[in-house]
């Protein structure tokens, strides 16, 4: 995810940000610039690739100055290179910006500048930032910043420096984290604590909608109006390793709380519900060609292979083209039947799984067309895929994928629906019904995430056992199979998911008195169905627990425990029951003392057949 660092004081800010920024770097970045003022002049370095490769460019002679932003970046809109590193400036260099974030319509007010007479050197959203603050300035950065956030939709944490107004930086936040660090002679602003924890505890934590102006003697936040705010001013308690988890004991938990903001990222400009529009910027599928398409395959490993399985149901019942999902690593080598009228679907988290890349290759050498699920932008697979969904969930650090497995969920909602209206094989009121539904999603996952306690008793519960089933049907099945792959990989439990009608064809052998089996019950339509499998293991003295949604009372009677979610259109469901599910595993695993992030004899990114 980018970091954003500012100095403002008395000392050199280039070793201060510097220092900051490597304190970001656990979070990912393929970027990396700062922005040094003094009286004379401003200095910007930036540069693709580490922080390393930006101090060689400085060649061990920092640019001397008391002011300064730097920035890692995380690609979003644009690929990793120098031109696109932060920070970026206006057409006379005056204005100098950083920004966390992504801006939804910047390509409408890149065309606007432009027709104004800016000229634009990156392909990055930021750059329509400092354009538009040069548009608006008139002999106050800060009212400029105000103006400019007006034009903007979506999120951001900016901060701002400019020579014209030398010894402060203005910043903003909306849906992005930013603080601004209270220092003796000093100030600064960061996306995150670490950056300036060797400096300061002391920290106003800026809400959405609040801007702040510092001065190496003033921190003065107002709202987006310029009415004062009064802040409390935060003492950070956390050392550095738990500010580096902002609070969390794991990434991974850290992550599970991110997805929210994840969830909106990967919606963020590509639903209009009032045109009733599905929009995919790097997604270029004609109605000729889909129409064209006999056939789907989706191709993924682990997480993102079960990801494609919830994918296959709706991709189905949406656009009524027939889906096969397939493992990479099965696929490479069965000699799959694809030509010019088969789609493939690749999606990859990191964008870099071996088998998943050499699955995406050979698709295109017979022939077919691929789309990629992806999370880097630059990734290889990014890279050689002939469209592209991203989906910004920022960088995932823990193994166990989380959020990415979500994100992916709601890209492959947004694909089936964009084929859908493509070929017409859904009417207005259902895509209507399906993306109202989407966007209360971040919400609705903030529930659950509000009420965990069941959850952290029940993990311990399940810590004690050896052996752990999960049944489903219908879209809860391919979901409990990525509630086992999440408890087994980080706890070490022995978990199975079964398709819950598959139970009594030989695994129900395996239920005696106490074993555990959850069961989410979401898919309203197979619930009798589901409840006569919950009856057979608890006519076993199987131990369950059903993951239902809220106001179905009729499942309290035949099983041990619920954990109630919000309801939500059934198609989405699985994107908020994997949130118990994931919670569930992680309380699990925390009770066993596993090393819940870095579980034994896995890697995050399997660049290895
Ligand atoms: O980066 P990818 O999405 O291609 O990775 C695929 C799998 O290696 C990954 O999902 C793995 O199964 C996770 N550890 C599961 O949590």
Redo the contacts with the bound molecule.
């Keep these: 995810m980018c970091g954003i660092v500012g100095y403002v004081g008395e000392k050199q800010a280039a070793p201060i940000l510097l220092d900051g920024l490597k304190r970001l770097e656990y979070r990912g970045y393929d970027s990396a610039g700062i922005a040094i003022h003094n009286c004379r002049h401003t200095s910007l370095i930036k540069t693709e690739g580490k922080i390393k490769v930006l101090e060689e460019k400085l060649g061990g002679a920092y640019p001397e100055g008391g002011v300064g932003i730097g920035h890692t970046r995380w690609a979003t809109h644009g690929k990793p290179s120098d031109v696109n590193a932060h920070p970026h400036t206006d057409c006379t260099g005056d204005f100098i910006v950083v920004h966390n974030g992504i801006i939804e319509n910047y390509q409408e007010l890149k065309e606007w500048l432009q027709s104004e007479g800016h000229v634009f050197k990156s392909e990055t959203d930021t750059e329509v930032v400092p354009h538009l603050i040069e548009h608006y300035y008139d002999g106050d950065l800060f009212e400029a910043l105000k103006k400019t956030i007006s034009r903007l939709e979506g999120s951001f944490a900016l901060g701002v420096i400019s020579r014209r107004e030398p010894g402060t930086i203005v910043a903003a936040r909306k849906s992005s984290p930013l603080i601004a660090g209270l220092g003796e002679g000093e100030n600064f602003i960061a996306s995150d604590i670490p950056a300036i924890l060797q400096h300061t505890r002391r920290v106003y934590i800026l809400e959405d909608g609040e801007m702040v102006k510092i001065t190496k003697d003033k921190v003065e936040v107002t709202d987006f109006t310029g009415n004062p705010v009064a802040k409390p001013v935060f003492e950070v308690k956390w050392d550095a390793v738990a500010a580096e988890k902002g609070g969390y004991p794991h990434f991974m938990l850290k992550e599970i709380h991110e997805q929210p903001k994840a969830f909106k990222d990967t919606m963020a400009g590509r639903i209009f519900l009032e045109k009733c529009e599905i929009k995919l910027d790097d997604v270029h599928l004609g109605r000729d060609y889909l129409q064209s398409i006999k056939k789907i395959f989706i191709v993924?490993?682990?997480?993102?292979y079960h990801a494609g399985m919830v994918g296959k149901y709706i991709i189905e019942k949406l656009t009524r083209i027939p889906v096969e999902v397939d493992i990479a690593s099965e696929f490479r080598y069965r000699d799959p039947m694809i030509d010019k009228n088969t789609m493939v679907i690749i999606?990859?988290?990191?964008?870099?799984?071996a088998d998943?890349l050499a699955a995406l290759r050979e698709s295109r050498k017979l022939g077919a067309r691929v789309l990629a699920i992806t999370n880097v932008v630059g990734s290889s697979v990014s890279r050689e895929a002939d469209d592209i969904i991203y989906t910004w969930a920022g960088p995932e650090i823990a193994?166990?994928?989380t959020k990415?497995y979500s994100t992916q969920l709601i890209a492959l909602d947004l694909i089936a629906l964009y084929i859908a209206k493509t070929i017409g094989t859904i009417s207005e009121d259902t895509i209507r019904e399906i993306a109202t539904a989407m966007k209360k999603l971040p919400e609705q996952a903030k529930t659950i995430l509000d009420s965990v306690d069941t959850l952290k008793t029940l993990g311990r519960k399940l810590s004690e056992h050896q052996d752990v089933f999960y049944i489903g049907r219908g879209l809860d099945y391919p979901l409990s199979l990525e509630g086992a792959?999440?408890l087994k990989?980080i706890s070490y439990i022995h978990a199975e998911a079964y398709a819950a009608g598959e139970l009594k064809h030989g695994t129900l052998a395996l239920i005696e008195e106490g074993v555990p089996v959850i069961a989410p019950v979401t898919q309203e339509h197979l619930f009798e169905k589901t409840l006569s499998n919950i009856k057979e293991v608890k006519a076993r003295d199987g131990y369950v627990i059903a993951i239902a949604n809220e106001g179905n009372e009729e499942i309290k009677k035949s099983v041990d425990d619920v954990i109630y979610i919000p309801k939500t259109h059934p198609l989405l469901s699985p994107i908020l029951t994997v949130i118990p599910m994931q919670l569930l595993a992680y309380y699990a695993a925390v009770a066993r003392g596993c090393d819940v992030d870095k579980p034994r004899n896995?890697a995050k990114?399997?660049t290895v057949e």
């Design positions: 993924a490993c682990g997480t993102a999606i990859s988290q990191s964008g870099e799984t998943t193994v166990a994928s990415a792959l999440k990989e896995l990114s399997v």
